[in-house]
């Protein structure tokens, strides 16, 4: 096993800190600090950008000069970690860009070394040796299936030494029971979404066929290399027994009807009171012809793969048995019966592969229609077979009522399911606007679908059902990479090329797997669009399934400019913790805040509170579902950023929003924003300030100031300003010696002075109406100096000092 260097070098580098370093744009140098040169063993501390640059690993090159862009164009500061190489040593490096300001002349930050890192050697040997000791077969092949490597594990399983499958073409483990269009639709399948799983059959080096679960992935390498990697797990199952001419060997036979019927007996002996039984009967019809006993073997890895509490068997050779305990509620049962049919299914690219069968599922449930295990297993088979097998999936349930009950959402699915393979899925942009100016600054691409029928729905329905059937990515695949495409033309139209674009990406299933992360990060990346001009939208509940990885999603996110917003906050899992523990720029309020919203009601002091956090954390807030003048005048009292609903407009397609005027601001409806009062110089100043007169001995002033931590006291004649003392007029007057022999006469003289005779009588003065902010400006030039605020008769009402102001400006 490899090992890290470590050497006294680096440890006497770790413990200096972060050095600074500057980069001058115009003349692309890079200056430093000695040490930092020093360290990078650079020729001075003075040299071509480039050379800086070129320390990094050629791999995270293209982060670092997204860095260096983003704080250039927009005055970003970033902190990433990047390998570098310095002679035959890599390190670790922090890189701190530090924030500036946009055009400027020059960049600034710090970089610290952290530690040692292994070598281009070490590194190769370490992958190897875990390449060749992983416990699954891996191979790689180059993008003509030619095998560039496999481990000891893949050798094992065909039966090939290494050096007679280096080279060969990957075909020498194909099983002869596929054709070619199937293994064209598999490559068709990798080739569009990265990836393709699951069960294959394979041959060994003798011609002996054996069944594993595949893992096949594209993966880029440096210079636009591309190569194919993948993951086998043999399966516990002779592949002999799966021919049509063989049965079935004992130990992998599924239980018959005799046992199934054992078991259901079992479960209704020992049913708890708040339980029942739900028991289904099934057929697959399979796409290609395989025999039974490879459809039996296919169900049943399906079914264990879904670590699933309920008992499979098979009733005869083409039918199959479910049955499990469920809590007495029909919704769940419901849910929890097409969650099974779609994993037996599979995914569509098993569809396209013809690995999806068609199932046709009876249903029957103890206490609704049957009295006994026996009459649950008849009602399951004759609500099978009394209805007719359709072209998709298809659940009968024996009792009419549930059937009734549940048979809208079957309808909705398979019109979905139909709309979505013609490919009718269209892009409808939703504008958001900021406040105060109610300016259009980003538009939201929605899904939206046109379904056969004249039944009513809502999208919202639609994208629950596209969830529960696993179509989800698909369709947030295909809307992302429309509106991606469309922003340039929204850009135009709107003569703003800042204008951004939300997309949505659901983490509600596998997302967060290293191929669907790839998926977006290719949908991104290939738009040809500046991408910190997107938002990627994603559900609050997403982030609570696997915090750590969605953190390390979120940062690859953030790494290439994508902004992340929580949609829907507060309508699931919420929690503020999760704001400071993840990377978010922007919270979505749901609608379900705004619905009944009133002043001083609840919602509205919610709406307040998760502004002023998501403030503190540098976050901003969008608020959905606006859609009265009430609303949002209530918002714009509460310091909200964005918001975005009906009033403003409703979702339209690109025809339509490109026909909205190219100045695209809602004039007519900021009369409705609230303004918030300017402070003024009676909001800021002190009222109860330290006032003396122009006969005031200066023996007093002194008590004063030995009294009072002030610098100022303030003259004041018939409630008017006559100036003011400040604490080192004071000391000006006295003798340094004071209270030494030599002094003392002369100052004891000097204390009994009156005050005008030291006075200085022209202090600033404003009036209680002046606004805050040219008070603050005129403190800025003249902090040591007050300011005597007076009101319409000159009379003064109070006074405004920097310290002062600071204090009451400046958040607890």
Partial sequence: MATVIDSSLFHSMKEEAAQPWSIQLKSQRFSCSALLAKQLELASNNVPLSQFVALCDVSQTHLLKLAMKSACEQGLATQLRLIISVTKQRYLAEYIITKGDVGAANLHGHLKLLQCYLSHEQETTLLKTLFNEAKNGLMVADTNHHILMVNKEFCRETEFSEMELLGT??????????????????????????????????????????????????????????????????????????????????????????????????LYQS????????????????????????????????????????????????????????????????????????RLVGTRKDDALKLAPVMTVGCSVLALDATSPKQLLA??????????????????????????????????????????????????????????????????????????TDMEYSTQELIQIAEKN??????????????????????????????????????????????????????????????????????????????????????????????????????????????????????????????????????????????????????????????????????????????????????????????????????????????????TAADIMEKDFIAISLDDRLRKVKQLFAQHPVEHLVVIENSQCQGVVTRAMLFQALSPYINTQSEQHRDTVTLNKRVHQIIANSPKTMMTTTPLEQCSQWLLKHSQDIIIVTGSVDVCMGVITAKEMLRQLTPN
Wanted: aromatic residues 8%; negative net charge.
């Fill in 379 to 452: 009602h399951a088979i004759q609500s099978l077979i009394a209805n007719q097998q359709q072209l998709s999936s298809t659940l009968y349930y024996f009792d009419r009522r549930l059937s009734h009950r549940f048979e809208r959402v079957t309808v909705l699915t398979k019109l979905l399911d139909n709309a979505l393979q013609a490919e009718r899925i269209e892009v409808f942009y939703q504008p958001i606007v900021t406040l105060p100016d109610l300016k259009v600054v980003k538009f939201e691409a929605l899904f939206r679908t046109h379904l056969d």
């Fill in 169 to 266: 073409h990957a075909g020498v483990i194909k099983s002869s029971r596929y054709d070619s269009d199937f293994y064209s639709k598999l490559w068709d399948a990798v080739n569009q979404h990265g990836y393709w799983e699951g069960e294959l059959l394979a041959q060994t080096k003798h011609g002996d066929s054996y069944a594993h679960h595949a893992l096949i992935k594209r993966i880029m390498l440096a210079n636009n290399t591309k190569v194919y990697a993948t993951t086998t797990r043999k399966l516990d199952v002779s592949l002999a027994a799966l021919s049509n001419q063989q049965a079935i060997e004992p130990h992998i036979r599924l239980p018959d009807k005799k046992a199934f019927s054992v078991e259901l007996e079992r």
């Fill in 271 to 342: 049913l708890p009171s708040n339980q029942t039984i739900v028991c289904i009967a099934f057929n697959a019809n399979m796409s290609t012809s395989i025999s039974d006993d490879m459809k039996a073997w296919l169900i049943s890895q399906r079914f264990d793969s879904m670590a699933f509490n309920g008992f499979l068997g098979q009733i005869n050779p083409s039918l199959f048995g479910l049955c499990w305990c469920s809590e007495k509620k029909v919704d769940i049962i419901n849910t929890t019966l097409w969650s099974i049919i779609r």
């Fill in 470 to 679: 696993l179509w989800i990515d698909r369709i947030d695949a295909t809307v992302a990479r429309q509106a991606l495409q469309d922003l340039p033309k929204l850009q135009r139209h709107f003569n703003n090329p800042n204008l951004e674009m939300s997309i949505n990406r659901s983490l509600h299933n596998d997302l967060v797997s290293q191929s669907c992360l790839e998926e977006t990060l290719q949908i991104l990346s290939y738009s040809g669009v500046d991408l910190n001009h997107v938002t990627l939208e994603l559900t609050e509940s997403a982030f609570f399934q696997d915090l750590t990885r969605q953190k390390q999603w979120i940062n690859k996110l953030n790494e290439i400019g994508i902004k992340i917003a929580i949609d829907d906050f507060g309508t699931g899992y919420s929690s503020f913790s999760y704001l400071l523990n993840l990377p978010v720029n922007i919270v979505k309020i749901d609608k379900l805040f705004v619905d009944n919203l009133k002043e001083n009601s609840c919602e509205l002091a919610m709406i307040e509170m998760l502004s002023a956090l998501t403030h503190k954390i540098g976050g901003k807030v969008i608020v959905e579902g606006v859609e009265s003048v009430q609303q949002l005048n209530l918002l714009s009292k509460v310091n909200v950023d964005m918001l975005q609903g009906y009033l403003f407009s409703k979702p339209r397609n690109l025809a339509d929003t490109l026909q909205l005027e190219s100045e695209n601001t809602f004039v007519h409806l900021t009369p409705h924003v609230y303004c918030h009062a300017e402070l």
